[in-house]
Structure formats: structure tokens, C-alpha cells
């Protein structure tokens, strides 16, 4: 996408800190990278372990594996939380973020590396402070919160009276500030360290989508806090009373800050994934991305119309029916911006060269799947349609779709892209192609039958149902075992990779990777572009002379 | 290796301790704010150790003030995590300062430190934007709400005319307003001492940042003295309260944020106060001074909107 010249050929000194200083005391945005990916495997294994139990529970009608319906719930709620705070952003933003915005956009590393490790040290805390709460008094039924990813009072406040919720609070606080710091930082970084002659028209677009992403967290995260905070002190006897009705306050007010930052917190997980899906298919078809600047400015609009949106998740709260169409309506405009992307990936491939790698595979699945769950976000956008459709499995569905096969799937296409830069190592083919295809199958045979279900009427957040929705239910846990399977083998792909250590060289995937990383080292020196590159041609005209 | 001379102005920082310190003191001060407000265990006589150190705080101080209930130490875990807390915010802003001296924040740095301050004061800015929303919309809507709660509102038709039906609010034109006037008046005496630094007049320079810390300091007493006097008038309902009313909640919430915000700035300037007096802050060369003043015209302007809707418009009736 970008032409370089006086690329950064030369070795120099690699001399790295002893191992704890270089772990534990790490100002080094790569070594942070490492440290974001591994926490958010770990993570990933821990909420995959809850839904994982979750669906084994519902193969069949009855009560099989937990105690009571609050334990139940408990998993519900901690699966979501889990898998969004400690999974899909770590991996995504600050993962992937931490290694490769810095090298993209040709700066030797983060603007503040200090408050770059700040950023990832408070997650372990707030994790923690998850964890810890599965063993504290939640409600009467017993220990954990079991109210939902969404935490809406009163079952937060007084439905919820023990320890346990108000160690989640501090949990996602020091999470939500830990995503605050790290948006300042990539914010910072990429409007102040761009290397010469990269003006933001010729930034590769992973820069461009964690750019709009930071700011999205940078301006929906503080509203969090702000309600956070307004749950803990509800939550004090003689305390205050936002949530409680008898006082004058509105627990439908929870939903509204909720959801203002809810929504776009729903932006920051896909986005990233959008930037690296762009860079794979562009490599792969061995063309530029297709409408570089309406992929850019897409990622902006999807940004800006995402803060404008949130009540499209409240549709049944008794909202006043204008309302109801103005949100309609404005949720409808996000399906613009996501089309152009859609159809500029396309129009990448089109006529391209197009070699199905590995990474490939994940990114051609990741469009596919992720206009399913489009398609199925177009149709809960309509409020008289949601209305029948809310909280049942159909939205489940949906933002599976998206989610756990959307931003996911954009997870594992990094992470096989970038897998031989981060590490200097190739991973075996045939152990990555059977990762690939057993997730993929399992994941849809785990989520697609769960249409049906919603669309019979399957509510979600129920640990018991009727036989008739035996049969879908029964095909959906087995998707679960097939999605485990494919857990295997990448953690198999991950062991024999690092046995037998394949290095690989700079650039392995030859000419259609044209982002700064690939001109460096695999993996990259410990401090990368001493001498910073310049980057001097118009890189359409760069690409159209390339491609003749 | 061959060595490779560093030909850029940015600043790579050696590993430090203070990040990893950071995320241990959150967890101690996360634990010490369970603790304190909602106790890990209950108090049933069986274990005195883990009851003292584990059982809820809060019920002891208000016990306290009616002269009865057991000892607890639950504060002990938050006042740790707040000097665990102070002391790497200590450490890492001596480094910060140190390197800043050392010549390390070149233009460019200087830029990115910049940069990443508005980013900062965007985010409070948010923040803020959380308690205005549930301010206005406790204050706006109250009708509708009175008439879907009638069975929860003890006193529904009242809500129907006032967001705090009995509750008269602080009279705006006694300690509010004198606040309004020492935080604009500490604004200008900021501006002194930034000017005076510029222009080479430490000596104003330290008077002007001296007032500003005084009369930021002066602010939150008087906002003490006001809650105090709220805090007795309490039982009363005639006061705002923050468990008596939603607008009692946003009342005390909101200003009790920007008060601390108010409490952050000052601190803030009091250290560039302090490097000022040992000789710090370059006139050509002090954005330490520049961003605490950015944050303490902030925390003015947030107080102006509180001034303005949460104490004038609530009096006179929304």
C-alpha cells in the first residue's frame, strides 16, 4: 500500500533487558504486544471454559451439570465479560495495536511506553478482580453476579447485594482505564510519530481502524465509568438512588449511559479486525485495497454514526415510537459505511491474483460470516421486528455472528498473517489448516442453528427449556465440541511451531505485502527504524505502475 | 553487533517498575473500596481478626457518629492502596521530571506530551458528560416518570411539578457563588504565573502559582463546609442528600467528582509549584505547568455548568 525508500536494512544493537525487567518492567511495544496476546489467550481459554460449560448444560432439556439457575447465569454473564474486556480487545487493540501500528506507520515505538505497560498491567488486576468474584456472595441463590454482560439495575443493586458484583465494578474499572490509557497512547502515536513523508492519506489502514477505534474508546469509556460509578454507590445502604424508582431515579437511565457506551464498545471490537482483514486481502490478491480512501473514511463514519445509535438495544423498554424510528433509522445508515467495506474487499480480489493461505482462509470466512451477521443486524434494527426478537437466540445469533466469528475470526487471520514476523517462526500448514476448518464448522454449526431457535421463540438466559427446542439445541452443542477440537489443534499448531522453529525471512508472503513491517526483520529488531524511513511516492500511482 | 547510531528525536524509555507497581496498587485499592463500602465477610463475632480487617467499614463511621457498633478496619486496606498508589504516582513522575531535565523531551516529545493532555481532558470531559446526562435527565423528564411510578413514589403527584418534591436546593448565591468567583479568580492568577514564567519573572511565577494552589485549596473547604451543613440538615428532607432524592444522588456525585477533580488539579499544581521553588520549569521549557493549567481551566468549566444547572436552574425550578 505504501512505497518505501532508505528502508532500515542495517543490524544494530539488539541488546535486550534481563528477562524480568524485560517481562515485568517492559516499556518495549512489541515485548507489551507478546504480553497482550498471551493474556489474551489465557483469557479466551477461561471465557471459552464458561461458554463451553454453558452449552454442554443445554444439549438437552433439564438441569445437568449446574447446581441452580443463578450459577447458571452467573457463567452467562462472565463469559461476556470475559471474552470482550480480556479477550477481544486485548488481542486486537492491544496486541496486535502494540506490535504493528508503531512499525506501520514507520515509529520506533509507542508514544509513551511507560503508560503503555500501565495499560496492561491494570488488566491482570481487573481480571483478578473477576475471577475473585465467582467465590464471593452475589444474590440470595448463591455466589457470583448473574445479571448479564449488560449489568442492568435493580438486578445489579439490590438484586445483587453481596461482594461479588462490586468486585466486578473495580474490575471493569481498571479495565476501562486501562483501554483509556491505551487509546491516549495510539492516539498520540499515530497523529505525532508518523514517519516522514506518511501523511494520514497514505497510512495503512490497520493504522487508520485502531485510530478510529481509540477514539471510540477514548470518548465512550469515560460514560462507563460515570455509571459504573453510579451502580457502586446505589449499591450502599444510604447511598445514593440513580437507579431507584422510589427516589425519583429511573433504572432505564442505566441502560441509556450503558448502551451509549455499549454500542460503540461493539465498533471497538470489530474495527480492528476490519484493518487486518483489509491487509490480508490485499496481500492475497496480490493488489492494492480497493477505494483506499473510502475504506479509511468508512471506518470514520462507522465510528461517528456508532455514537448515535446505542437505543436500538433498549427497543422494548416502552420507548416513544419517533424515537424508536430515529434510532431505526440511524442504525440502518451504519449498513452504508459496512457495504462500501464489504464490496471494496470484494472488489480487491477481483481480478487478483488470490492465494488461499492460511491467513487468507480466516479473512475470506471473517467476510463471509461477518455479512451473516449483518444481515441478521439489518433485520433486529427494525423495531417491530425486534420487538418479537429480543432476547431470544436470534440475537445471540447475531452478534455471534459478528463477534465470535467476526472479530475472532479477524484475531486468528492476524495472527497467522503476522505469526512468522512476531516470532520469526512458521507454523505448520496442515495443523493451522484443521484449526481452521474445524473452528469454522464448529462456530456454524454452534450458531446458525440458533436462528431457528430465536426465531421459535427460544428466549436467551434460561438454563432449562422446553423439549421442543431439543433438536437445534442438540446440533448447536455439537458444534461446541467440534469449535473445542479446533481449540486443540491451535494450541498443537502453537507447540509444534515452536519445537521445530521454521524461520522464515522478512518478507514471506513475497510482493502483496507492502506495510513497513515486512521491510524489517522477522521478527524485528528490538528497537526497529533507529534511521526512520521516508516515504516519498503517491502510492496509487506507486500500485497502478506495479500493476501493468 | 554492529551498533546503529539512534537518529531520531523520540524518547525510548529503559524498562521501570512503575507500571507493574501501578496494577498492584489498583488491586489493593480496589480491594481496600470493597471492603470498605461493601465487606467481604459478615460480622458474626466468629473470626475478630478477619472481621476487623474484612467486614464493612462504612457501618462503623455512621455508628460511630450515633455513638454505637464495633471497631473496623476496613479503611486500613483502602488508606494502603492510596499511599501504595501515591507513592508510584510519586516515583513515576520524579522519572517523568528527571528525564524532562535531562534534556529527553525534545520538540517532538514535547508535542506527543501535548497531545496526549488533550486526549486526557477529552476523556474527563466525557466523564462529565455521564453525570450532566443523568442530571438532566432526572431534571427534564420527572413528569413522565411520576406518572408511569405512581406505585412506587410515595408522593407521585408532587413529582409531577418538582424533580425533588421537598427539597429545597443550596441557595446559588451564597457559598456556590463565592466558589464561582475564587476558581474564576484562581484562573486568572494561573494565567499570572504562566506569564510570568514566559516572560522570565519567577518570582511572580511562584507568587501566582501559590495563589492558585491557596484558593483552589480554599475551594474544597468551602465545598466541605457546604456538605457539612447539607450532611446535618440531612434527616430533615429539606436539603439535598445524596440518598434522599435522584437529584440529592446527581447533586452530590457531580460536584463530589469535581470536587476531587478540583482536589487532582490542585495537587497537580502544587507539584509544579514545588519544582518551581527547587528551581525547575525552564521559561522557554514547562509543559508540566502548561497542562496543569489546561486541567485547572478544565475543572472551571465544569464547574460553571454545575454552577449553572445544578444549583441556579434546580432553584428557580426546571
Redo the contacts between chains.
Keep these: 500500500m505504501v512505497a518505501i525508500s532508505g528502508n532500515d536494512t542495517?543490524?544494530?544493537?539488539?541488546?535486550k533487558?534481563s528477562f524480568f525487567?524485560?517481562w515485568?518492567?517492559?516499556?518495549n511495544h512489541k515485548d507489551i504486544g507478546t504480553l497482550y496476546l498471551i493474556f489474551g489467550i489465557i483469557s479466551g481459554l477461561i471465557g471459552g471454559f464458561l461458554s463451553f460449560m454453558m452449552r454442554m448444560e443445554l444439549g438437552e432439556p433439564g438441569i445437568q451439570f449446574f447446581t441452580n439457575e443463578h450459577q447458571y447465569l452467573v457463567f452467562v454473564s462472565m463469559h461476556g465479560l470475559i471474552m470482550i474486556f480480556f479477550m477481544v480487545m486485548p488481542a486486537l487493540i492491544g496486541g496486535f495495536g502494540n506490535w504493528f501500528v508503531p512499525i506501520m506507520i514507520g515509529?520506533?515505538?509507542m508514544?509513551?511506553?511507560?503508560?503503555n505497560?500501565?495499560s496492561?498491567?491494570?488488566l491482570?488486576?481487573a481480571l483478578?478482580?473477576l475471577l475473585v468474584s465467582f467465590v464471593?456472595p452475589g444474590s440470595a441463590s448463591g455466589d457470583g453476579f448473574g445479571g448479564g454482560w449488560v449489568m442492568y439495575p435493580p438486578l445489579s443493586t439490590s438484586g445483587s447485594p453481596?461482594?461479588a458484583f462490586?468486585?466486578i465494578i473495580?474490575?471493569l474499572?481498571?479495565a476501562g482505564?486501562s483501554s483509556?490509557f491505551g487509546?491516549?497512547?495510539f492516539?498520540?502515536?499515530i497523529?505525532?510519530?508518523r514517519a516522514p513523508g506518511m501523511t494520514m492519506h497514505k497510512m495503512p489502514l490497520f493504522a487508520w481502524s485502531v485510530l478510529v477505534t481509540a477514539f471510540l474508546l477514548?470518548?465512550?469509556?469515560?460514560?462507563l465509568?460515570?455509571?459504573l460509578?453510579?451502580l457502586?454507590?446505589?449499591?450502599?445502604?444510604?447511598?445514593?438512588?440513580?437507579f431507584?424508582?422510589?427516589?425519583?431515579?429511573?433504572p432505564q437511565?442505566f441502560q441509556?449511559?450503558f448502551w451509549?457506551f455499549g454500542h460503540p464498545e461493539v465498533y471497538i471490537m470489530i474495527l480492528p479486525a476490519f484493518g487486518i482483514i483489509s491487509h490480508i486481502v490485499s496481500t492475497f490478491s496480490k493488489k492494492p485495497i480497493f477505494g483506499y480512501l473510502g475504506m479509511a473514511y468508512a471506518m470514520v463514519a462507522i465510528g461517528v454514526v456508532g455514537f448515535v445509535v446505542w437505543a436500538h438495544h433498549m427497543y422494548t423498554i416502552g420507548m416513544d415510537v419517533n424515537l424508536k424510528a430515529y434510532f431505526l433509522a440511524a442504525t440502518l445508515v451504519i449498513a452504508v459505511p459496512t457495504g462500501v467495506k464489504i464490496f471494496s474487499w470484494l472488489a480487491t480480489m477481483w481480478g487478483g491474483s488470490i492465494r488461499y493461505t492460511i491467513p487468507m482462509q480466516w479473512a475470506l470466512a471473517f467476510i463471509f460470516l461477518f455479512v451473516i451477521g449483518g444481515v441478521t443486524g439489518v433485520v433486529l434494527a427494525n423495531a417491530g421486528v425486534d420487538t418479537a426478537l429480543h432476547d431470544t437466540y436470534y440475537v445471540v445469533a447475531h452478534f455471534h455472528y459478528v463477534l465470535s466469528m467476526g472479530a475472532v475470526f479477524g484475531i486468528f487471520a492476524g495472527f497467522y498473517y503476522w505469526f512468522g514476523k512476531m516470532f520469526g517462526i512458521m507454523y505448520n500448514k496442515f495443523l493451522a489448516a484443521a484449526h481452521f476448518w474445524l473452528f469454522f464448522i464448529g462456530v456454524n454449526v454452534i450458531f446458525f442453528p440458533q436462528h431457528f431457535l430465536g426465531m421459535n421463540g427460544m428466549p436467551r438466559r434460561y438454563v432449562d427449556y422446553p423439549a421442543d427446542f431439543e433438536l437445534w439445541n442438540h446440533v448447536s452443542t455439537m458444534g461446541a465440541m467440534i469449535t473445542l477440537l479446533g481449540v486443540v489443534f491451535f494450541f498443537l499448531m502453537l507447540i509444534e511451531a515452536f519445537i521445530v522453529r521454521r524461520k522464515v525471512g522478512d518478507n514471506y508472503w513475497g510482493e502483496g505485502a507492502t506495510t513497513l513491517e515486512w521491510t524489517l526483520s522477522s521478527p524485528p529488531p528490538y528497537?526497529q527504524?533507529?534511521?526512520?524511513p521516508r516515504i516519498d511516492e503517491d502510492p496509487t500511482e506507486h500500485d497502478a505502475d506495479k500493476m501493468h | 553487533?554492529?551498533?546503529?547510531?539512534?537518529?531520531?528525536d523520540?524518547h525510548?524509555?529503559?524498562?521501570?517498575?512503575?507500571?507493574?507497581l501501578?496494577?498492584?496498587a489498583?488491586?489493593v485499592w480496589?480491594?481496600g473500596?470493597?471492603v470498605f463500602?461493601?465487606?467481604?465477610v459478615q460480622r458474626t463475632g466468629d473470626n475478630n481478626m478477619m472481621e476487623f480487617f474484612f467486614s464493612k467499614g462504612?457501618?462503623t463511621w455512621?455508628s460511630t457518629l450515633t455513638g454505637d457498633g464495633s471497631v473496623s478496619g476496613g479503611w486500613i486496606i483502602l488508606l494502603i492502596g492510596c499511599l501504595f498508589a501515591s507513592f508510584v504516582m510519586y516515583g513515576?513522575w520524579r522519572d517523568v521530571a528527571r528525564e524532562s531535565a535531562a534534556g529527553d523531551h525534545t520538540p517532538?516529545v514535547d508535542?506527543?506530551l501535548r497531545?496526549?493532555m488533550i486526549?486526557?481532558i477529552?476523556?474527563?470531559?466525557?466523564?462529565?458528560?455521564?453525570?450532566f446526562?443523568?442530571f438532566f435527565?432526572?431534571s427534564l423528564?420527572?413528569k413522565f416518570?411520576a406518572s408511569w411510578?405512581t406505585d412506587?413514589?410515595?408522593n407521585a403527584a408532587d413529582?409531577a411539578t418538582n424533580?425533588?418534591p421537598g427539597v429545597t436546593s443550596v441557595n446559588a448565591w451564597h457559598l456556590p457563588l463565592m466558589n464561582t468567583l475564587i476558581l474564576l479568580l484562581s484562573g486568572t492568577t494561573v494565567t499570572w504565573a504562566h506569564h510570568a514564567l514566559i516572560h522570565g519573572d519567577r518570582k511572580g511565577a511562584k507568587w501566582g502559582l501559590f495563589l492558585t494552589c491557596l484558593l483552589g485549596f480554599i475551594f474544597i473547604g468551602i465545598q466541605g463546609l457546604e456538605y457539612a451543613e447539607l450532611f446535618h440538615e440531612r434527616g430533615e428532607g429539606v436539603a439535598p442528600w445524596?440518598?434522599?432524592?435522584?437529584?440529592?444522588?446527581?447533586f452530590?456525585?457531580a460536584t463530589g467528582?469535581h470536587g476531587l477533580h478540583v482536589l487532582i488539579g490542585a495537587i497537580f499544581l502544587l507539584v509544579c509549584w514545588g519544582r518551581l521553588m527547587k528551581g525547575g520549569l525552564r521559561s522557554d521549557k514547562h509543559f508540566g505547568l502548561e497542562a496543569a493549567a489546561w486541567y485547572w481551566h478544565f475543572v472551571d468549566v465544569v464547574w460553571l455548568f454545575l454552577f449553572a444547572f445544578v444549583y441556579i436552574v434546580f432553584a428557580t425550578g426546571p
Design positions: 542495517g543490524s544494530y544493537g539488539d541488546d533487558p525487567a524485560r515485568f518492567y517492559s516499556t515509529a520506533p515505538d508514544a509513551f511506553p511507560r503508560m505497560n500501565l496492561f498491567w491494570l491482570p488486576t483478578i478482580c464471593l453481596g461482594p462490586d468486585f473495580i474490575g474499572l481498571a482505564f483509556i487509546a491516549i497512547n492516539i498520540t502515536t497523529l505525532n510519530m477514548l470518548l465512550a469509556l469515560p460514560v465509568a460515570a455509571a460509578f453510579m457502586f454507590t446505589d449499591r450502599i445502604d444510604g447511598g445514593t438512588g440513580f431507584d424508582p422510589a427516589r425519583g431515579g429511573d437511565m441509556h449511559l451509549f528497537h527504524f533507529n534511521t526512520l | 553487533m554492529a551498533g546503529h547510531a539512534v537518529e531520531h523520540y525510548l524509555i529503559p524498562p521501570s517498575p512503575w507500571p507493574l501501578s496494577g498492584l489498583a488491586l480496589g480491594t473500596m470493597v463500602f461493601a465487606g467481604l462504612l457501618d455512621s513515576w517532538v508535542i506527543g497531545y496526549g486526549m486526557f477529552m476523556q474527563e470531559a466525557m466523564f462529565f458528560v455521564g453525570w446526562w443523568i435527565e432526572t423528564f420527572h416518570r411510578n412506587v413514589l410515595p413529582y424533580i425533588a445524596l440518598a434522599n432524592t435522584a437529584y440529592g444522588s446527581a452530590f456525585l467528582f
